[in-house]
Structures are given as structure tokens and as C-alpha cells.
């Protein structure tokens, strides 16, 4: 008998089923791992989602945080003990 194993081909989820998958595993209020079982997914690919909606969600604001921003520096007067200190430093 020549019996051709089953393939099966994945199908990558498109945006909005990841959308719709972390959205719905958050209005569930259940476990991480009680979600998955239900919908038969897997754990890790769960987590991966939520990680990467995490880091879109940063950054926006991480990348506006590092953003340079122009200073002006104000000059700074020496305590007068620093400047005696300086004159008794450089006489000798």
C-alpha cells in the first residue's frame, strides 16, 4: 500500500485576525492557556502577538522620547572656596 502522508499547508493570519484574536482573548478575561485551548491555538504564538501589539503600542512614544531637543546652557558661578582653592592650586 502506498498511502501519501497528509500535508498540511499553514495559512499566515492576516492582519485583522491578529487584531481580532488579541482583541477577543482580551474581552475574555480568561488565562492565557484557557484561551488557547479553546481556540486551539497555540500558547507561544499568543504571547508573540501580545509582545508585538506591546511594542507597537511603545513606540511611538519611544521613538518621540529620543527624540534631541535644543538646550540653552546658563553660565554656572564657582563657590569663592573652589576659587581660593584654584589660586593656592596654581601659585605654587
Known sequence: ???EPKVSSYKRRTRTEVQELVA???????RRSE???SRRSSF????????EQRLQ???PAA???G???P???AARKLPTQFHNFLRLFTAV
Open 1 to 3: 500500500m502506498s498511502a
Open 24 to 30: 477577543a482573548f482580551i474581552s475574555s478575561g480568561t
Open 35 to 37: 484561551f488557547c485551548r
Open 44 to 51: 507561544g504564538t499568543l504571547n508573540r502577538l501580545l509582545k
Open 57 to 59: 503600542r511603545k513606540s
Open 63 to 65: 521613538s518621540s522620547a
Open 67 to 69: 527624540r534631541l531637543v
Open 71 to 73: 538646550v540653552e546652557l
